[in-house]
C-alpha cells in the first residue's frame, strides 16, 4: 500500500511558516504539516539518506529518541525514480520530476525556484552541510547566495568517512551555536553507502540508522538551547527508502516498490 501525501508539498509549507514566497513551482502545501507550524522564524532539517517507512515500522522502538523530541510523523510518498538527487529536488523545490528537470541520477544545478531561492528573496540567510564533498545535497543547489559546508575534499584523502561524518555534524553544531541561519539543512548519507555496500539490515547499516536517529535528536537538543529565542521547526527528513536487490544482495533503490517510494518525516516546534 502507498502513502498518499505527496512530498511535493513541504516547500509551501516551509515557505508559510518562514513568512516568504512560496517556490514558484511549489504544489499546495500539506495541511497537517502547515497546522503545525503556524509561524516560525528558524527551520531546521536533517536529511538522512535512504531511511524508509518499513525502518520505523520494523525498528519502532530505535526511534525513541527521535520521537520525543517532534509531534507530526508525517507519512509521505517520494517522486519516481525513487533517487536521491530527484527526490531532494522535488523536497525543495515543491515540484514533480519534469517540473523541476531531475529525472535520474544525475546532479544538475537546479534552475527554477526553490525554498532556498525564496528564503534568500526575504532577505534571510541559509546554509547546507554534508558530510560527503560531491552529493546530491552539496551540488544540486548551488549557484545562490547562500553557505556550502562540504566535507570529503582532496584536503580529506585520508580522513576515513566516519571522521567525516563527525566533521560535518560538529559542524552543523557550531553553525546552531552561531544562531545566524533562518533554514538549516544537513544531509547525512552514511546509511546509503553502508546499504549499498552491504545491505539494508546488515549490522553496520543498521547502526548507520540509529546513528541518524542519535544524530537528529543531538541536533534538536542544540537547537532547543541555542535558538530559545526563537519559535524554530525542527524536522527529520529522508529522500527514499531501500530494498535489497535479489541478484546482488546488496541495498539498492530506484523503483515504486513500498520499500522505496513510502518514507515518513518528523517534524516537532521549538519551544
Not at 43 to 68: R, S
Not at 188 to 196: A, E, F, K, L, P
Not at 232 to 259: C, K, Q, S, V, Y
Amino acid at each position: 500500500m502507498y502513502n498518499s501525501i505527496r512530498l511535493t508539498g513541504l516547500a509551501a509549507a516551509f515557505a508559510d511558516g518562514l513568512g516568504v514566497e512560496r517556490p514558484k513551482f511549489a504544489e499546495p502545501p500539506i495541511p497537517a504539516l502547515a497546522n503545525l507550524i503556524g509561524k516560525v522564524d528558524r527551520i531546521f532539517l536533517y536529511n538522512p539518506d535512504g531511511l524508509g517507512l518499513w525502518h520505523l515500522q520494523k525498528y519502532t522502538e530505535w526511534f525513541a529518541p527521535l520521537q520525543a523530541r517532534i509531534q507530526l510523523a508525517l507519512p509521505l510518498i517520494g517522486v519516481m525514480p525513487t533517487v536521491t538527487p530527484v527526490n531532494f529536488a522535488s523536497i525543495y523545490t515543491g515540484a514533480p520530476p519534469k517540473v523541476h528537470g531531475i529525472q535520474t541520477y544525475e546532479r544538475p544545478v537546479i534552475k527554477i525556484d526553490t525554498i532556498f531561492d525564496a528564503v534568500i528573496r526575504a532577505g534571510k540567510k541559509c546554509a547546507i552541510v554534508t558530510n560527503v564533498h560531491v552529493c546530491s545535497m552539496s551540488e544540486i543547489f548551488r549557484e545562490r547566495e547562500m553557505d556550502y559546508f562540504t566535507f570529503g575534499s582532496e584536503e580529506y584523502a585520508n580522513t576515513s568517512k566516519s571522521d567525516l561524518l563527525k566533521l560535518a555534524n560538529e559542524k552543523a553544531m557550531q553553525l546552531i551555536g552561531e544562531d545566524k541561519y533562518d533554514l538549516l539543512c544537513v544531509y547525512n548519507g552514511n546509511y546509503d553507502s553502508v546499504s549499498h555496500a552491504t545491505w539494508p539490515e546488515s549490522e553496520e547499516s543498521l547502526a548507520a540508522m540509529r546513528d541518524n536517529i542519535t544524530a537528529f535528536a543531538e541536533f534538536a537538543a542544540a537547537t532547543e538551547k541555542h535558538w530559545a529565542k526563537h519559535r524554530t521547526l525542527i524536522g527529520f527528513a529522508p529522500d527514499h527508502g531501500h530494498h535489497r536487490d535479489e541478484i546482488t544482495g546488496r541495498g539498492t533503490h530506484g523503483t515504486d516498490l513500498e520499500e522505496d517510494i513510502n518514507i515518513i518525516h518528523f517534524y516537532g516546534i521549538q519551544p
